[in-house]
């Protein structure tokens, strides 16, 4: 008897201890690692099945999910007010200010979680999960710990996104005062920009610096190419869409972003404005030259990001459809 209850003190204080320890770990953030462990132990797993699926299926669907994120996350905090759709009350919500992709694929993931476990697995967890899912299926990184147990916030604004989403156009002092606002540093900038390895753009978003003369410092060959895509403003060619990056596979998560940056084949003024200061450039030369520590420090500010201005405990609630606000 005694014997037993001192060993069971004993498993009492061991726990103590680890939950001390991963309480420093996060410190300043509510969220903890496995949050649904009890409530929802598929959760992640299921999140990482489907969204592995969807991914399979059209791969360039791992940048739609990544950029939801920052997305979500930029705007009132990871609440993912971003999938709220227009009602009658609130027609003017955050999806109606910049075109996204991969709303679908979310309330697919959310379909999957809900019928595992029913109305406990918020949206705003479910976008972070898949943000880093994407990471391990399109980018090769080892898995690695995304804290949850946000919630779902009720309020989505069009304006907030105008107010809080970086232009392409920034410059680098506004880039990073955009970024510290949302309490990231410019580590944190320069290492969550190579998230421009993979993915899409539209033309409108860097046709400045091809026309009417070529941006001196975008590497001429790559201008050239990317004018063979991206119609003059004003011919009437539309807005169509180039990868990324155009050097290796355009799906691919990876540090390739750094070499394009130092060769001058990033698409976006606020891509190259990371040139602009010797500790950004030499940031960039150090991610360009080291994949792994790249991995393990993009992996840490996505983590971070994960963290801004998040809604817990009780605050907000857990959506049933992703898209809409449960009543
Ligand atoms: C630093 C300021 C940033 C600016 C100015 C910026 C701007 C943009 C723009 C204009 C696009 C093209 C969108 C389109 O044409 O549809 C884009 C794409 C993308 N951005 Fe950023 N971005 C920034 C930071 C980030 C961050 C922090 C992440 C994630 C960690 C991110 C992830 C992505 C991804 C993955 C895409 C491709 C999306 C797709 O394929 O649909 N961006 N970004
Ligand atoms: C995994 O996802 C596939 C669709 O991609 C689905 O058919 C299957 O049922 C899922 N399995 C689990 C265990 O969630
Ligand atoms: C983007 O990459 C895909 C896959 O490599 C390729 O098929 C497509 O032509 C590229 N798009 C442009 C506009 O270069
Ligand atoms: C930074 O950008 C400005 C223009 O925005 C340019 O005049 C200046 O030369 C650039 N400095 C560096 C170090 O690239
Ligand atoms: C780049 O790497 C070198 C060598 O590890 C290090 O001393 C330096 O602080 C790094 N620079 C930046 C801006 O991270």
């Known amino acids: 008897m005694a014997a037993s209850s001192r060993c069971k003190a004993m498993v009492l204080l061991a726990f103590a201890a680890a939950a001390a320890l991963s309480t420093a770990s996060l410190a300043q953030s509510p969220l903890q690692n496995n949050f649904y462990g009890s409530s929802c132990p598929q959760a992640e797993a299921t999140v990482r099945n489907v969204t592995e699926g969807i991914i399979a299926k059209d791969r360039t669907m791992g940048a739609a999910f990544v950029r939801l994120f920052f997305h979500d996350c930029f705007v009132r905090g990871c609440d993912a007010s971003i999938l709220l759709d227009p009602t009658s009350s609130n027609p003017q919500v955050e999806k109606k200010a910049i075109a996204l992709r991969g709303y679908d694929a979310v309330n697919k993931i959310k379909a999957a ?73 410019v580590d944190d900038l320069v290492t969550l920009s190579g998230a421009h390895s993979f ?25 050239a190419a990317l004018k063979t895509v991206c119609p003059a403003p004003g011919s009437n060619g539309g807005d169509p869409v180039v990868n990324n990056s155009r050097v290796t596979d355009p799906n691919v998560l990876s540090n390739q972003y750094y070499s394009n940056l130092v060769t001058g084949k990033v698409l976006f003024v606020s891509d190259q ?13 150090n991610s360009s030259a080291d994949a792994a520590a790249w991995m393990g420090q993009f992996a840490a500010a996505l983590v971070k990001m994960g963290g801004i201005q998040v809604l817990t405990g009780t605050a907000g609630q857990v959506r049933k459809y992703c898209n809409v606000i449960k009543s």
């Open 113 to 185: 979680v809900e019928s595992v476990c029913p109305g406990v697995v918020s949206c705003a967890d479910i976008l972070a999960f898949a943000a880093r899912d994407s990471a391990v299926v399109s980018g090769g990184f080892s898995s690695f710990d995304m804290p949850s147990g946000r919630r779902d916030g009720v309020l989505s604004n069009f304006f907030d996104v105008l107010q809080n989403i970086p232009s392409p156009i920034l410059k680098l002092q506004d880039l990073i005062k955009n970024f510290a606002a949302k309490g990231l540093n």
């Open 199 to 223: 993915g899409q753009a539209h033309c409108s978003f860097f046709n400045g610096r091809l026309y009417t003369t070529v941006d001196p410092t975008m590497d001429a060959t790559y201008a």
């Open 273 to 285: 404005q990371l040139m602009n200061s010797s500790y950004t450039a030499a940031k960039a030369a």
